[in-house]
């Protein structure tokens, strides 16, 4: 059984989970003074003092926050983050005073939505064609949403995010850090095939993002490869344009977004 310790901070709650067990408090200032180097490190990374105390199991499973923490492993602790705490810190801590191992993180992509049923009700799938508002607008706007990763054994918190998309063989651009909470999903809605998933630390901006510069220089409807980058940077996530159309009481409708009218359009399968 683990024994965990809960620090308050600035930035929201900050738990530790060490592997032996405690029976008293006397034990369990004797297994948190073990790890007292990387309470150390925590209060250097994060700049402002921790006072870990001891939260009874019981306790922690009865409080709604733990769905809340992002966790991560550093050598035999666990550590638990508020995402606020995660956001107000500046870069990524020195590896060699605090060896995390941040966990990937995965958001589904929403390019378009609709507050009503988008299709007529006499259309036929064979020769579909959905135009997308969105992607008529000088900036196409995208909505990501945090869902699980399938190599994760604990959720990530509920996560939301504001992207910029080019369109098919383009690469994501986030236009922020992700935010904690739930963000309304409207009813109808284009959503693409492909995950968005990267390292927390290149999602909080604390290391460079391939997907940034990529988004950048990539023209808006090309699919054509961009100029040939140095073989040791990161790969940039380019997304195809399969997507499906998701709508209330019927099955999602498979389909491509292409280029459509000046903008682009789900052509839908039949």
Known sequence: MSLVFEAASAGGALRIEVAQPAGDAVAAALALAEHEALIVALEAWLQQPLDPRPLLLADAAAQDGDADLLWAQCGSVRLGFAWPLLLN?????????????????AFEIDVAEFSTDPQPADAQP???????????????????HGVATTNRTTPAPPLWADAEW??????????????PGLRRRAAWRVQLDTRYQRP??????????????????????????????????????????????IAPARPAQPGCIAPALGGAGLWISG
């Open 126 to 144: 064979a020769d579909a064609v959905l135009l997308l508002p969105p992607a008529f607008e000088p900036t196409w706007r995208v909505l990501l």
């Open 200 to 245: 927390l630390p290149e999602l909080l901006g604390w290391v460079a993002s391939a997907d940034a510069e990529a988004g950048a220089a990539a023209p808006r409807d090309s699919g054509a490869p961009s100029e040939p980058r140095d073989s040791a940077a990161p790969s940039p996530l380019r997304i195809s344009g399969a997507a499906h159309l």
């Open 166 to 179: 080019r369109g098919p063989g383009t690469a994501l651009r986030l236009s922020g850090a992700p935010q």
């Open 89 to 105: 810190a500046a870069s990524v801590p020195s590896a060699s005073a605090l060896p995390v191992e941040w966990p990937d993180l």
